[in-house]
T-cell receptor, first 112, second 115 residues
Framework: ETGVTQSPTHLIKTRGQQVTLRCSSQ?????VSWYQQALGQGPQFIFQ???????GRGNFPPRFSGLQFPNYSSELNVNALELDDSALYLC???????????FGPGTRLTVL | QQQVKQSPQSLIVQKGGISIINCAYE??????FPWYQQFPGKGPALLIA?????SEKKEGRFTISFNKSAKQFSLHIMDSQPGDSATYFC??????????????FGTGTSLTVIP
């Protein structure tokens, strides 16, 4: 059984650019959640996708958007990058019956 | 507003000792309380979780104690080992049908176990 995978591992962007992060959910899991983890902080919920639709959103602006594909993999897109967007972005998948969420290794985004 | 408050921020324990991390919450609708372990540069890994219908759950050296009336729960690591040195996060969520649930995380506790 393959766990949650994320790509890329690291990414460096400049302010104002756009970025796309990718996540493959664990086998059998149809729900994907995205979290932002700033240095020294706990993960903060961005949004969740279920059956290819956004299902719940945290306190993040619209420039954070996402997609879920028929195979349950997901993308997180961030437009107009700001310095404060520098963080570890985590993807977590969960099974239909829940509630456990299993996290991937994350993508470290640095905005210069 | 922090939905889940975690303490202490950091903890140093001797090898073989007991590590105790505490969390408190306000929202009585929370019905699932997991603990995660995170090593530097890695994603959080699920350690152990509890529902509010039980007061204690034990898995190996890890125990969750849950006090529903006080809205508090804690992680106890028995016989702490240097390999347990990591950051620990508590979390809480409201189970939501078939679509999963949003996790609210504490701010983390950095545990160092001294040999």
């Amino acid at each position: 059984e393959t766990g949650v995978t994320q790509s890329p591992t690291h990414l460096i962007k400049t302010r104002g650019q756009q970025v796309t992060l990718r996540c493959s959910s664990q086998s059998g899991h149809n729900t994907v959640s995205w979290y932002q983890q700033a240095l020294g902080q706990g993960p903060q919920f961005i949004f969740q996708y279920y059956r290819e639709e956004e299902n719940g959103r945290g306190n993040f602006p619209p420039r954070f958007s996402g997609l879920q594909f028929p195979n349950y993999s997901s993308e997180l897109n961030v437009n107009a990058l700001e310095l404060d967007d520098s963080a570890l972005y985590l993807c977590a998948s969960s099974a239909p019956q829940g509630p456990e969420q299993f996290f991937g290794p994350g993508t470290r985004l640095t905005v210069l | 507003q922090q939905q889940v408050k975690q303490s202490p921020q950091s903890l140093i324990v001797q090898k073989g000792g007991i590590s105790i991390i505490n969390c408190a919450y306000e929202n009585t609708a929370f019905d699932y309380f997991p603990w995660y372990q995170q090593f530097p540069g890695k994603g959080p890994a699920l350690l152990i979780a509890i529902r509010p219908d039980v007061s204690e759950k034990k898995e190996g050296r890890f125990t969750i104690s849950f006090n529903k009336s006080a809205k508090q729960f804690s992680l106890h690591i028995m016989d702490s080992q240097p390999g347990d040195s990591a950051t620990y996060f508590c979390a809480a969520s409201i189970s939501g049908g078939l679509a999963g649930n949003q996790f609210y995380f504490g701010t983390g506790t950095s545990l160092t176990v001294i040999p």
